[in-house]
């Protein structure tokens, strides 16, 4: 909170979060002995704790969230975020901390208080702290002084308390060196993929097959519940002619958003991309540089740049022969960036080292930085104060619509009497269906779903407008006959059983390779290739394995060469038998760059583990009693 108060001094945020320090004390007073037992929610030793400490730290969290998450914070994340038992534990754990302060010590005194006012540049007055300033600014808030100060001791002594719990965590040098020789460990396998798709068409199945898959399965059939409305859309095009603006408002709007109209330099280019890892050595250095070289002197020769990439690039714009499209200076690491926008349309660069290896730059196209002038601007802002003032109407006739259809009980009634066009399809509606005339809008299919049958919504906003809707129908879950999923079915069961010959295949070839220790010769026997990955950790996978998560912690346990993981690798669909060519530990100089970065992040990782504990403890030790549930 007192970090909240530095950053943002005189700003909106610091009104809120002063009066939300001061919900607690809005009504203290005046309770009967009654509204006092409501209010209290839980006990923690001889402490309740109220619905007011619990209101606050609930709508603190929700902020939080909502700044985290935007738009994207839906009421069924918030669900899952279990937001209103984050707040109780929050509200418990302050008193327990409180609680523990006063026996260790920490509790802050009152020339702590005065230090960290005096710090809060919202209570200045031409650089210096102003008493009159601070009273004014906390009346506005409906708070004085004393309730102020109280609280801003409670905040620092917590923060003495949780600083002096972290203060005990300590990093060993040999815990550092472990972990970069985890994160850095370096390994090369040999490996054969053998994939289920190459067995499906060998998989024959029958009817009665079909049948029992499709019992067995019968809940991934499921259709989900599905719903049939009526609903009256408000369309904000409908309401553009309504609208009118005039110069003065377009140019306002062009002097209040400047940086709208402003548009960097901009570069169109493709790249050949030859990988190489941070730890790679020198000879690696030198040994990618000479394929990359390689192949620049072939499109200084001619040679097409784009099949080129398709053919020797190393990152995702390969298949697109390189194009990364239009960018920004600022959109991609200094030395690309330099290099791409020192160029004119058309040049290629010499070789460009970044982070990522050795790059060959063409640039295509060239858009230099401008400021789009108002009179070429004007028609774009005059669409969107026309649409912004759109949304006001088409709301305000939403609002009425919505009122008379919920006094009339349907929106069919209220559209007749308003003489609004009612959308009735006959067909029903999944969650993540499109309705016709609103399109794709997931929050309104939401909000219908959480309607009871013949229940009228609310309005509902949408990207182009409005839409109040009724439920007419709610279509239970349902598994659907096997006829109308046939092809579905059997599509799964001979993937699935492709998939059991795929491992059967992958299990015998680890087998024969166990037996007689030559992987090529076993593969090429079993009618499959074998491919050498480049060297790769944790921290840097393979550019053409990419394993992953278990799949590669199977092959990060093998320690000398020749060595095979205990069984076929499942991963991203197929089965991997494998063994370990080589294996190196971090050079010197890697782990000398990580050392100081690695001990950070250890000790953070060790403060909030003995914080936790620590906060553990304090429950176990104490007693807490829930009075109401939430």
């Known amino acids: 909170m007192l970090t909240v108060f530095r950053e943002h001094a005189g700003s909106w945020i610091i009104k809120i979060a002063l009066f939300a320090i001061i919900v607690v004390f809005i009504f203290w007073g005046g309770y009967s002995y009654k509204s006092m037992r409501a209010s209290r929610l839980a006990r923690v030793g001889d402490v309740y704790v109220t619905y007011a400490d619990y209101n606050q730290a609930y709508d603190h969290l929700l902020n939080m969230y909502r700044r985290q998450f935007g738009n994207h914070l839906t009421q069924e994340l918030l669900e899952r975020l279990n937001i209103k038992q984050q707040a109780l534990d929050l509200v418990i754990d302050r008193v327990l901390i409180t609680q523990a302060a006063r026996a260790l010590g920490l509790n802050a005194g009152v020339e702590d208080v005065q230090g960290e006012i005096l710090s809060f540049p919202v209570f200045h007055v031409d650089g210096r702290f102003d008493r009159q300033r601070y009273v004014a600014v906390l009346q506005q808030n409906r708070m004085t002084p004393q309730a102020f100060e109280q609280q801003l001791a409670q905040d620092l002594t917590m923060r003495r308390v949780e600083s002096f719990v972290k203060g005990q965590a300590v990093v060993s040098d040999a815990e550092v060196t472990a972990d970069v020789q985890y994160r850095f460990s370096r390994v090369q396998v040999a490996y054969a993929q053998i994939d289920p798709k190459n067995f499906q068409d060998k998989v024959t199945i029958d009817d009665a097959q079909v049948s029992a898959f499709f019992e067995k399965n019968a809940d991934r059939y499921k259709e989900p519940e599905k719903r049939v409305v009526a609903y009256v859309p408000f ?255 059997q599509d799964d069961l001979k993937a699935e059983r492709a998939r059991e010959e795929a491992e059967k295949a992958a299990k015998a070839l680890l087998e024969e390779v166990r037996r007689h220790g030559d992987l090529d010769k076993a593969a090429a026997s079993a009618g499959v290739s074998v491919q050498t990955s480049g060297w790769f950790s944790r921290m840097e996978p393979d550019e053409k394995l990419r394993l992953w998560g278990d799949a590669a912690e199977a092959v990060f346990l093998l320690q000398k060469p020749g060595d095979m993981p205990e069984a076929p690798l499942s991963w991203q669909g197929a089965f991997i038998v494998c063994r370990l060519v080589g294996r190196q530990d971090p050079a010197p100089e890697v782990l000398e760059k990580e050392r100081e970065d690695t001990r950070m992040r250890l000790t953070q990782m060790k403060q909030n583990q003995l914080w936790q504990a620590w906060i553990a403890k304090q429950r176990s030790l104490a007693k807490v009693e829930i009075l109401q549930q939430l």
């Open 235 to 489: 369309v904000l095009e409908d309401f553009l002619g309504d609208v009118a603006i005039n110069d003065d408002d377009i140019r306002t709007y062009y002097e209040d958003h400047r940086d709208q109209f402003h548009h960097e330099k901009q570069v169109k280019a493709r790249h050949i991309l030859f990988r190489l890892g941070a730890q790679a050595s020198e000879d690696e250095v030198k040994k990618t540089e000479a394929a990359a070289r390689s192949v620049l002197e072939k499109v200084r020769k001619g040679e097409d740049f784009a099949a080129l990439a398709k053919a020797h690039s190393q990152d995702g714009s390969a298949q697109a022969g390189g194009d990364l499209g239009w960018f920004t200076k600022d959109q991609m690491v200094p030395a690309f960036a330099d290099a791409a926008f020192a160029m004119k349309a058309g040049e290629v660069s010499d070789l460009v080292r970044t982070p990522f290896g050795w790059h060959i730059i063409k640039v295509e196209d060239v858009r230099p930085e401008e400021t789009v002038p108002l009179d070429k601007a004007k028609p774009q802002i005059e669409l969107n104060l026309k649409r912004e003032k759109a949304r006001d109407v088409a709301y305000h006739k939403a609002r009425e619509f919505a009122d008379a259809a919920y006094a009339d009980g349907g929106v069919a009634k209220a559209a007749e009497r308003m003489h609004r066009t009612v959308e009735a399809p006959e067909k029903a509606f999944g969650l993540t269906d499109i309705l016709p005339k609103v399109g794709n809008a997931p929050e309104v299919m939401k909000a219908l779903f959480a309607l009871g049958e013949g229940e009228v919504s609310d309005v509902l906003e949408w990207a182009n407008g409005f839409v109040v809707g009724q439920v007419k129908k709610i279509q239970a879950p349902q598994v659907p006959p096997l006829e109308k999923v046939k092809s579905r079915v």
